[in-house]
């Protein structure tokens, strides 16, 4: 699961747990970017990755959004994203029961792309929220990432992505459920 800052929350977690062993050190995390690590750390992750014990990283886990679910209190929409099948089960069950204990109306998302079609991978989304709802948990949407590039773009070719984002923005604004639409990469400068 991508965090906000760009961290992997899996090799977050693993990182929070490997200090917790004496091993690499826990702190600026979200600031370190898998792609800056060396070879050999990026080995170890493999290896160690299979031998993280379940309940080291739930425990790391409910750690980490118990963290913060305080600090963003009922503002918080909390987006999970798959990396395994059973990761986003996990967290949305672990959020749900943290946001139960501490209060809250955080809102939990999933959130995936190659999902706006139907095929086998939004079949897996949807039986997962499935699954998740007859756990109890509320899964409140599902996001769905759309990727609309092309490099080096022709006059034509920007012309069709901004009919493209328009009517993805004119599609959700006739769903009532439908409240973000979220672009990367674009930059204040041109508003």
Not at 34 to 50: E, G, I, N
Not at 76 to 88: G, H, M, S, V
Not at 122 to 141: D, E, R
Request: proline letters at 2%; charged letters at 25%.
């Amino acid at each position: 699961m991508k965090m906000a800052w760009g961290l992997d929350m899996e090799k977050y977690l693993l990182e929070l747990v490997l200090a917790a062993r004496g091993g690499p050190s826990g702190k600026g995390l979200k600031k370190k970017a898998w792609h800056s690590l060396d070879d050999a750390m990026k080995a170890r992750y493999d290896r160690d990755m299979q031998d993280v014990q379940s309940l080291e990283m739930l425990s790391a886990l409910e750690s980490h959004i118990t963290r913060v679910m305080e600090y963003t209190g009922d503002s918080c929409y909390a987006c999970i994203e798959r990396r395994t099948w059973n990761f986003p089960t996990t967290a949305f069950k672990t959020a749900y029961k943290v946001k139960k204990y501490l209060g809250l109306k955080t809102k939990l998302y999933y959130d995936d792309y190659n999902t706006i079609t139907i095929n086998a991978k939004s079949t897996a989304v949807c039986n997962m929220v499935k699954k998740l709802l007859n756990y109890g948990v509320t899964a409140v949407g599902v996001g769905f990432k759309s990727h609309f590039t092309s490099f080096s773009p022709s006059t034509q070719e920007q012309i069709q992505q901004a009919s493209v984002l328009m009517k993805t923005v004119a599609a959700c604004k006739q769903v009532d459920k439908c409240f973000r639409v979220t672009i990367w990469g674009y930059d204040d400068n041109y508003l």
